[in-house]
């Protein structure tokens, strides 16, 4: 063994610690960078050098040959991370689920004077007041402002969710390109932590970038990846590939002329983007999604049946009770009488109107009052039998009470029971899927934080910890430093001052 060989023990040692100083640094720079994950050296016992020798005592004293350093590493945990990216997907979900029906909750404010309880309230009440004095035509007048008033709070209800699916629409394309974005930076950063990490060393830094852009796309959609066995990132989305290292499956917003929305309410737009596979086998197909915020946007435009509530389930429900609405109320009056100012008393006069003769086509969008009726407030059939013309001759009230009465009634056919309730019934189905929502939310929220929590205790950059290392490094290169003074003075001695007693 080389006289000399303690100088490279203590000079790999000096080297060892100067590295991990730098690394420490390294972390402290990066403490509230954002997706940073705390790095440290990975170090290695450096073992005694083989060789032949004549007796075994010089073989049993052999030493190491100090430390080497086998990589700077990541102190990250894998499955900490898929369990996040699970939960964030879950999150996202709800969240966004709860924006868009937050929106649904404050239209439908029942508590406001603006609400279609209230108005249909204040135009039953207007009818009392027809059905005590059926010749006032200021009550008249009245009973035809409340109807225009209740008919515009639907036509506004209808505009108002209108507008919400196509936010929704427009958002859907938003997401979709998002997620391409995402793709092709992983793809882009694929190739370069591979070109890096040729030479044996890790690409850490690329690799934190990298995660965080994972992080982003599993909150917009469900992702699962794998690396293959070239250790290569692969990313699919309901089971078709994505990303598979460098090449990138993009994604497209089509705009279909058949409407994705099942059984879409009459009034809707029709024309709505599907998302679908741009490139690779399943090119043209529809995208199979089971959570993200991409997901509930989609719930929310397309939902239709009350066990996925969305906005055309709400539009074809305003719908139903128009069109009932409509048909019952015009029942009524069709059986009573008019006023005979200007023209013969007359009966079989609608109030609602019917677009194109037929109650089908009408929704909460162009629910609305008959025309003849609008011109003439005399046209409001209140009498139950036919009304001469003249001065002595008023008719009765027999028909508005009839009228009235239909809104007490509880056996309308076509799942609508009574009106009076219906409405009632709808915003109290909401309220419930709006607080399930809301509770889902929170819980996710608890979950996704407590993995994030795990998470960022093992990765997380920790100022304490880092400036205990510091220290640590500190000594240890100091340490290492006066092994080489001490070496250095012993043969100093040797070569210098050996043989020269007596001098």
């Known amino acids: 063994m080389s006289t000399f060989y303690g100088l490279e023990i203590a000079r790999k040692g000096m080297s060892v610690s100067q590295k991990a100083i730098d690394v420490t640094g390294h972390n402290i720079a990066n403490a509230n960078t954002t997706g940073y994950t705390r790095q440290r050296l990975a170090i290695s016992a450096i073992e005694p050098g083989a060789g032949t020798y004549r007796f075994g005592l010089s073989a049993a004293g052999n030493v190491g040959a100090g430390a080497k350093i086998i990589t700077v590493e990541q102190v990250r945990s894998g499955f900490l991370d898929r369990q996040f990216r699970r939960e964030n997907t879950q999150l996202n979900y709800w969240n966004e689920r709860a924006d868009g029906l937050a929106y649904v909750e404050s239209l439908f404010d029942e508590l406001s004077e603006t609400g279609i309880t209230a108005a249909i309230t204040d135009f039953t009440d207007s009818i009392q007041e027809v059905s005590k004095d059926p010749v006032n035509k200021e009550y008249r007048t009245n009973m035809l402002q409340n109807a225009l008033k209740m008919t515009e709070t639907f036509n506004h209800y209808f505009q108002q ?33 591979a070109r890096y990490e040729l030479s044996g060393q890790k690409a850490n830094d690329l690799h934190d970038k990298r995660n965080v852009y994972l992080d982003e796309l599993s909150g917009i959609v469900d992702i699962s990846y794998t690396t293959n066995s070239d250790n290569q990132l692969q990313i699919s989305i309901g089971g078709q590939m994505l990303v598979d290292h460098a090449g990138v499956n993009k994604l497209q917003a089509v705009s279909t002329p058949i ?56 539009v074809d429900q305003l719908n139903h009770f128009a069109r009932n609405l409509a048909s019952e109320f015009n029942a009524v009056h069709q059986q009573g009488w008019t006023m005979p100012i200007g023209s013969a008393s007359e009966t079989g006069v609608s109030f ?45 009230n027999e028909n508005a009470k009839d009228m009235i009465a239909m809104f007490d ?18 915003i109290g189905f909401m309220a419930v899927e709006i607080s ?21 205790s093992l990765s997380g950059v920790s100022l304490d910890e880092e400036m205990t290392n510091m220290i640590k490094y500190q000594h240890s290169y100091s340490a ?24």
């Open 161 to 193: 969710l209108n507008s919400k699916q196509s936010e929704l629409n427009v958002q859907v394309e938003v997401k979709t390109n998002q997620i391409n974005d995402l793709a092709q930076s992983i793809a882009d950063l694929n190739v370069q932590i």
């Open 259 to 314: 409407s994705p929305l099942p059984n879409p309410p009459t009034g809707l737009p029709t024309d709505m983007f599907e998302v679908q596979w741009a490139d690779g086998a399943a090119a043209g197909t529809a995208v199979d999604m089971a959570g993200g915020s991409l997901k509930s946007l989609l719930d929310l435009r397309d939902g239709n049946t009350s066990d996925n509530m969305g906005i055309p389930w709400v």
């Open 352 to 396: 609602f109107d019917i677009p194109g003769g037929d109650y089908a086509n009408i929704t909460a969008a162009n629910f609305a009052v008959d025309n003849m009726i609008k011109e003439d407030v005399y046209k409001i059939a209140a009498s139950g039998a036919e009304i001469e013309a003249n001065m002595y001759e008023q008719g009765n």
């Open 409 to 426: 009634r509880n056996d309308i056919g076509n799942g609508i029971g009574s009106f009076n309730s219906f409405m009632k019934s709808l």
């Open 436 to 456: 399930h929502t809301n509770k889902m939310q929170e819980s996710q929220e608890v979950m996704q934080s407590s993995v994030d929590t795990q998470r960022m």
């Open 480 to 503: 290492a430093a006066r092994a080489v003074t001490a070496i250095d003075e012993m043969l100093d001695v040797l070569i210098n001052k050996t043989g020269l007693v007596g001098r």
